[in-house]
């Protein structure tokens, strides 16, 4: 079992909907990532938050919003998505320090109609 | 941003087979991590390495920094179908909180 805790599992949206994908740790970890990935592609890396600020911003569109509204959660809220936009969302956290790996939730498969 | 070039892109291998892929980058690391994802699922770790030329074990995985801390490998001894999936490896740069990921491989075990 994962300790990063994702919901939804899936989703579908349209391309007017605004809709949120939650992430839940309770590992004590201070930063917290959100990835996009692609059928048989690496994670693409969108944002970092550590210590609850925004710390990386890979110039993700503004129709991804992040929001991190304490230490465990994480959320990205989405609106006015494209069809390209469908992919496996994942969130990872790490305690943010030299030593430390990423743990991924299971993801959020979104499917923008 | 940057990706680390991981080999093979894919392995078709017996059950029982040894496993052996890696990862190279032009630039140094710090942290190499190894891993495995099912389909459907989030990418679990399978090994962590801090130091160069460390070698590390879990099970039937072994996982070695090298000393050039430009590339690290991992392999799997006597393989089973259970191992199929989608091995990456993931470095970080420093202390920070960003980490690049290798291109993938496709592990299949045929029975």
């Known amino acids: 079992d994962t300790e990063v805790t994702q919901t939804p599992k899936h989703l579908v949206m349209g391309m007017t909907n605004k809709k949120s994908l939650k992430c839940e740790q309770h590992m004590g970890h201070r930063a917290m990532y959100w990835y996009k990935q692609k059928a048989k592609k690496p994670p693409e890396l969108m944002f970092v938050y550590s210590y609850e600020k925004l710390s990386i911003n890979e110039s993700v569109p503004s129709r991804f919003s992040p929001e991190c509204p304490n230490s465990s959660l994480l959320n990205l809220h989405l609106h006015a998505l494209q069809p390209e936009d469908s992919a496996l969302y994942l969130c990872a956290s790490s305690n943010g320090q030299g030593n430390s790996p990423l743990h991924f939730g299971n993801g959020t498969r979104l499917t923008v109609t | 941003g940057q990706q680390l070039n991981q080999s093979p892109q894919s392995m078709f291998i017996q059950e029982g087979e040894d496993v052996s892929m890696n990862c190279t980058s032009s630039?140094?690391?710090?942290?190499w991590l190894w891993y495995k994802q099912d389909p459907g699922e989030g990418p679990v770790l399978l090994i962590a390495l801090y130091k160069a030329g460390e070698l590390t074990s879990n099970g039937r995985l072994t996982a070695q920094f090298g000393i050039t801390r430009k590339d690290s490998f991992l392999n799997i001894s006597a393989s089973i179908p259970s191992d199929v999936g989608i091995y990456f490896c993931a470095g970080r740069r420093g202390t920070g909180n960003q980490f690049y990921f290798g291109t993938g491989t496709s592990l299949t075990v045929i029975p």
């Open positions: 630039s140094i690391f710090n942290t």
